[in-house]
């Protein structure tokens, strides 16, 4: 049987080195990662964006922080190979340092997780520079940014007018400076995605943001066409999990209302003697009422 080794920050440094492009998913539960795992993939990132693909929520703000620990555990004993972060959602890091390591740590003691991730730039940079010090991998994530999509207009791409770029490669640098492993670009254009990556000593990531970084993100829903709400430009759905569904419920829901399931071969049978026994325990109890 082949070697599962769990890959480690060096591993995905080394990647880098010898432009081995890196494969990162998320995902927010146990078989799913299984598979994941199983497939091969670099990275998983158990995502905040889980509040909206599992739990039918508009945004990512109302994942808590027991919900997202939970999920992570759940991905992280399927993750033998595969490297993973643990989203940090909405307020579980603003508030303060403390807050922020508190946090950070509860992913890692009781997710399991190898890293976590959370969103903004300059502006976080000292509270990455906490976690990072408590010995807590931080990777970073700017662009476009969820958790503060009403601050940046709406989910939509960021970084378009060259004052908004220079932000990018200002905030990039910061991040670096702070101490980050990884910085993920959410939706930038891929030129000033290249920019960062040429100006960048750490792993540069990608969710929409073009083909010069050292490796790609998408969400699992959207590969698998299983989120309907809406599909962002930069995803390309790799299958139609959702009609394969759909068809099987839709079988079942045929097979019972005909009474062709369960068949023989679902049912449990009692052994001959057991039911003679039950049917004389019956006559029985009929003559004695
Ligand atoms: O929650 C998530 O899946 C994310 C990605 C959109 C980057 O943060």
């Known amino acids: 049987m082949e070697e599962r080794k769990k890959l480690t920050i060096p591993d995905l440094q080394a990647m880098v080195e010898r432009k081995e492009k890196i494969t990162f998913l998320t995902a927010y539960d146990y078989p799913t990662a299984l598979l994941e795992d199983r497939a091969g993939m670099d990275m998983i990132l158990v995502g905040d964006s889980g509040a ?48 922020a390591i508190r946090n950070a740590g509860r992913f890692i003691a009781e997710g399991g997780a190898d890293a976590v991730k959370l969103e903004g730039g300059a502006r976080m940079a000292d509270r990455i520079r906490a976690i990072v010090k408590a010995g807590i991998p931080v990777m970073g994530h700017i662009g476009l940014t969820p958790q503060a999509a009403s601050m940046i207009g709406g989910l939509k791409a960021q970084g378009r007018s060259a004052r908004a ?35 960048s000593k750490v792993i540069v990531l990608s969710i929409g943001s073009g083909p010069a970084c050292h490796g790609q993100l998408l969400i699992v829903h959207d590969i698998l066409s299983l989120f309907e709400a809406f599909t962002p430009k930069f995803v390309k759905k790799y299958a139609d999990v959702a009609s394969v569904m759909l068809q099987a419920f839709q079988n079942y829901i045929k097979d019972v209302k005909a009474g062709k399931f369960p068949a023989p071969e679902h049912t449990y049978a009692i052994p001959k003697e057991e039911w003679e026994a039950l049917a004389e325990m019956a006559r029985r109890s009929t003559k004695g009422s």
Do not use: N, W
């Not at 693909?53 to 190979?81: E, N, Q, W």
């Not at 993973?84 to 508030?95: F, H, R, T």
């Not at 770029?165 to 993920?184: H, P, R, S, T």
């Open 165 to 199: 770029a220079q932000a990018l490669l200002d905030d990039a640098q910061a991040l670096e400076e702070a101490g980050v492993f990884a910085i993920l670009l959410e939706a930038i254009p891929a030129k000033v995605a290249e920019l960062i990556v040429e100006r």
């Open 52 to 99: 909206m693909c599992l739990l039918g929520h508009k945004s990512t703000l109302p994942a808590t922080m027991d919900f997202m620990v939970t999920i992570t555990a759940a991905v992280c004993r399927a993750a033998t190979r595969a490297f993973v972060v643990g989203d940090m959602p909405y307020m579980s890091y603003q508030p303060s340092d403390e807050v």
